[in-house]
């Protein structure tokens, strides 16, 4: 007698649980319904986010990047000439640079543990870039564009990858194709 007793036991947990389940399952709408619901509004929230982000990264109301155009920021490289018309090869080379050391930190046009190069050229001076490329440690330190971005990206300081000049002006040659 106590075998059976312990399957029907067994048995109306199962049916209980089958219940449960499909009782939170049937709210009243489809899955599809729900999805085609929520994903625009999840979508937006992310979009703003995102906007948000970028007005932090080129400084909306923040004093430190309101001069970023006068900003050679702290290093080694003080003049940076750029042809009018990007150096594809050079580009190239850069581009396997920047996958080899810079995408572990950055998206190139996300947000990421640090910022997208995209569009850097609209929010930095090219010698600000190879800078912060060359010279992280000090620019966090001395530059106040670093240091802010260093509080708006949680306290990540970007890593030094030891590049050289020839290496960085590969990768800022990158980022104008971006």
Known sequence: MKPMIKTLKIHLMLLLLAGYLFNGCSSGTKPEDTATKETPKKEVEEEEEEKDEEKKEEGSGNEAFEHWKENKGVGPVKSVTLASTVDQAMADAGSQIYKAKCT???????????????????????????????????????????????????????????????????????????
């Not at 670093?146 to 949680?154: I, S």
């Open 104 to 178: 572990s930190c950055h998206k190139p046009d996300k947000r990421f543990i640090g910022p997208a190069p995209k569009g850097i050229f609209e929010r930095r001076t090219p010698e600000w870039i190879m800078n912060m490329i060359l010279n992280p440690e000090v620019m966090v330190k001395e530059d106040p564009i670093a240091k802010q971005l260093l509080m708006d990206f949680n306290l990540s300081p970007m890593a030094n990858q030891n590049l050289t000049e020839d290496e960085a002006r590969k990768v800022l040659e990158y980022f104008r194709t971006l």
